[in-house]
């Protein structure tokens, strides 16, 4: 189930990186034998001191090759041996890096496809889950998964593979104390991972979320700067962070534990195993214990590491559990919001809308609203009345319990984003210039140039660039802490205008800024007639007079202020 999960989510050039490096692993299993082999058939022939004394299958190569002499025989089995483990390890840089190159390829890709994942989903979906968990999922849990759980399935699939290529050569020389030990190796891990599953899951699952409240308190913690230092929240946020981040340490002390301790313990039983079997077989004489010795010791020198290995993977597989759940289930999200062209041309009718959140009485409704093209409406009422929520469902971004929005007398199918633009109270800005936040292109020479000076002049950005060294290169840093507050509204203003939308809201836009430049921006609206809507919230009167409708929302409906 893990594997087919895994497989579906890769592109096509991902699954051809997947088949290549799955050839790569093959060859070296099938050099690895060759190369094990060649070293056992060396050491073999050097203790038998001539060819009559040797394995039957030296003999038989010996005889085949037409050899006249053992010395010759034996320089030549050694240049193969040295020449099958240069191959080996040429094809293990190349198994690494191959493995390495796709662990990252997969890793960017399931990043940009998360994330492309999260921004076409409906913003019910942005109401479920925080900007934190989001955050982490993106940052901290893809590349989780990439190298602690789908590399890992690839670690444990080719180590699988090695593994049956080097008991493939155990049946060859049909050794009966190399089956026995390889037995008691499998029941050894078989027997330790049941025993400690349940654990990892547990420490796993509790691992997911205190990396949550990590990132919760370091992000909240970096934004809210200075009420941390104005109100001296520093002790409880150090002591929160402390706390987690002791629960961090110690869960993954014991992950580690957990994966170094079965190696150990087997390393101490292997001593016990060889010392014990010399003494009981001390009488067969030295040279048949050597042989039999270096068949087990070169054998097992390489796969106990793969069987380490696999009991690494797949403990790994159990501690990443419930995020590898998660995170393919957020991988698996389908597109929830279509792209199409809505065209608006005289007015759109909200009727009956009505809405409420869970677990709550109804927030509003019946709401009735027409809007016209020409429109300068304003609504105001108390805080928490729902003037922002009705603004969301006439976006679109909330789905009415009742009622419906009608365009050119049409019913709305999906939502009004292509003919909005949206001022929000806290708008969002990109850690980029003054221009490209206005403009959202790529290159200049995609910039509307008269639409973007329209709107420069009429939000008042252009007096504030003049006075920014006269450039809208200039680039605004991390949450617009370059900028005022009334100068962050003038550009998300100017951003609004830029689009061009039939639409545009502005939600408490203008209420950092001084009272000569909302005058101003508020009179030059009017005076434009720019036939379009424009839907004001606002607690201010003087915002109110320059609308032609006046509402305020009051019991959850909107009365018109006459």
């Known amino acids: 189930m893990i594997l087919k999960d895994v497989f579906n989510l890769l592109n096509a050039n991902l699954k051809s990186m997947l088949i290549i490096?799955?050839?790569?692993?093959?060859?070296?299993?099938?050099?690895?034998?060759v190369g094990i082999g060649s070293l056992v058939l060396f050491f073999n022939l050097l203790l038998s001191e001539n060819i009559e004394n040797s394995n039957a299958a030296?003999?038989?190569?010996?005889?085949?090759?037409?050899?006249?002499?053992?010395?010759?025989?034996l320089f030549l089995m050694g240049v193969f041996t040295i020449c099958s483990v240069i191959i080996r390890n040429l094809l293990l840089?190349?198994?690494?890096?191959?493995?390495?190159?796709?662990?990252?390829?997969?890793?960017?890709?399931?990043?940009?496809?998360?994330?492309?994942?999260?921004?076409?989903?409906?913003?019910?979906?942005?109401?479920?889950?925080?900007?934190?968990?989001?955050s982490k999922n993106i940052i901290e849990e893809i590349p989780a998964i990439t190298g602690r759980s789908i590399i890992t399935i690839l670690s444990i699939i080719c180590d699988s593979i090695?593994?049956?290529?080097?008991?493939?050569?155990?049946?060859?020389?049909?050794?009966?104390?190399?089956?026995?030990?390889?037995?008691?190796?499998?029941?050894?891990?078989?027997?330790?991972?049941?025993?400690?599953?349940?654990?990892i899951n547990f420490i796993g699952a509790k691992r997911f979320g205190v990396t949550e409240k990590i990132f919760e308190i370091i992000r909240e913690s970096i934004e809210g700067v200075k009420e941390v230092k104005i109100y001296n929240f520093l002790n409880l946020i150090?002591?929160?962070?402390?706390?987690?981040?002791?629960?961090?340490?110690?869960?993954?002390?014991?992950?580690?534990?957990?994966r170094i301790l079965p190696k150990q313990i087997l390393e101490i039983g292997i001593v016990f195993f060889v010392v014990v079997f010399i003494l009981s077989f001390y009488n067969t004489g030295v040279s048949k214990i050597i042989s039999t010795l270096t068949i087990l010791i070169l054998t097992l020198y390489r796969i106990l590491p793969r069987f380490d290995s696999c009991m690494h993977n797949f403990l790994s597989l159990k501690f990443d559990k419930k995020t590898f759940r998660i995170i393919i289930s957020h991988l698996k999200l389908t597109k929830k919001e279509n792209d199409y062209n809505l065209k608006f041309f005289k007015k759109i009718k909200i009727k009956s809308l009505a809405f409420g959140y869970k677990n709550e009485k109804n927030l509003l409704g019946p709401i009735n609203l027409d809007l016209t093209k020409g429109d300068i409406i304003g609504i105001?009422?108390?805080?928490?009345?729902?003037?922002?929520?009705?603004i969301e469902l006439i976006c679109g971004f909330l789905k009415p319990q009742k009622g419906n929005i009608f365009v050119d007398g049409q019913p709305l199918k999906h939502n009004l984003y292509t003919i909005i633009s949206y001022v929000t109270q806290k708008p969002f800005f990109f850690n980029s210039s003054i221009q490209e936040n206005i403009t959202f292109c790529k290159s200049k020479k995609e910039i509307r140039l008269n639409d973007y000076k329209f709107a420069l002049s009429l939000s008042g950005t252009k007096n504030f660039i003049n006075q920014k060294k006269g450039t809208d290169?200039?680039?605004?840093?991390?949450?617009?802490?370059?900028?005022?507050?009334?100068?962050?509204?003038?550009?998300?203003?100017?951003?609004?205008?830029?689009?061009?939308?039939?639409?545009?809201?502005l939600d408490e836009a203008t209420n950092a800024l001084d009272k000569k430049s909302e005058t101003e921006l508020f009179s030059n609206i009017k005076k434009m007639n720019l036939n379009k809507v424009f839907l004001i919230i606002s607690h201010s009167k003087d915002v109110l007079n320059f609308c032609n409708k006046k509402f305020i929302l009051k019991g959850g409906k909107l009365e018109e202020i006459k």
């Open 238 to 258: 150090e002591f929160k962070l402390s706390s987690f981040l002791k629960t961090y340490t110690r869960i993954f002390i014991k992950f580690n534990l957990f």
């Open 162 to 199: 090695i593994i049956f290529f080097l008991i493939s050569l155990i049946f060859i020389f049909e050794t009966k104390v190399i089956l026995i030990s390889l037995l008691l190796v499998t029941v050894y891990y078989f027997v330790f991972f049941q025993n400690i599953k349940k654990k």
């Open 58 to 73: 030296l003999q038989k190569i010996y005889t085949y090759f037409q050899f006249n002499n053992f010395s010759d025989f």
């Open 380 to 390: 105001t009422g108390k805080n928490g009345s729902g003037k922002s929520t009705l």
């Open 21 to 33: 490096y799955f050839l790569i692993v093959i060859v070296f299993g099938i050099v690895e034998l």
């Open 473 to 505: 290169e200039l680039v605004i840093l991390d949450n617009a802490k370059n900028l005022s507050g009334g100068q962050r509204q003038k550009i998300a203003i100017a951003r609004a205008l830029y689009k061009n939308s039939d639409i545009i809201i």
């Open 93 to 134: 840089i190349l198994d690494s890096y191959y493995r390495t190159k796709f662990a990252y390829i997969l890793q960017a890709y399931l990043m940009q496809k998360i994330f492309n994942n999260y921004l076409n989903q409906n913003y019910s979906f942005f109401l479920k889950y925080s900007s934190n968990q989001l």
